[in-house]
């Protein structure tokens, strides 16, 4: 059984910062790929961040390319999502996700919900104008 536990989100101003955590329980975290993603009320759940195995492939929506940084710490079972210069609209609950697949069906799939077996239960963070 594999859990995947979020931490970090709250309230903060626009242009503020926020750090998520995400905490795996499983013996062999090196071995899955990481994924962050979110959902605001009434939309799709969208891809935010995604990393590799190894930690040394990244991936980034446009949307928050510049501003989030997405890191694993594997001696630790965590993965970090940075949020800084927070706008409005990434308002959302974030979600964190890790998959074992194949490395091909994460280099070409790690931005859909596809490649992603286990999920945590989310993490709201909300941003004021």
């Known amino acids: 059984q594999v859990t995947l536990v979020e931490s970090g989100g709250g309230l903060v101003q626009a242009g503020g910062s926020l750090t998520l955590s995400c905490t795996i329980s499983a013996s062999t975290f090196s071995t899955y790929y990481m994924g962050w993603f979110r959902q605001a009320p009434g939309t799709e759940r969208d891809f935010v961040s995604a990393v590799s195995r190894s930690g040394g492939s990244t991936y980034y929506a446009d949307s928050v390319k510049g501003r989030f940084t997405i890191s694993r710490d594997n001696a630790k079972n965590t993965v970090s999502l940075i949020m800084n210069s927070l706008k409005p609209e990434d308002t959302a609950v974030y979600y964190c996700?890790?998959?074992?697949?194949?490395?091909?069906?994460?280099?070409?799939?790690?931005?859909?919900?596809?490649?992603?077996?286990?999920w945590g239960q989310g993490t709201q963070v909300t941003v004021s104008s």
């Open positions: 996700a890790a998959g074992d697949g194949t490395i091909y069906s994460f280099s070409l799939g790690y931005y859909s919900r596809r490649p992603y077996n286990y």
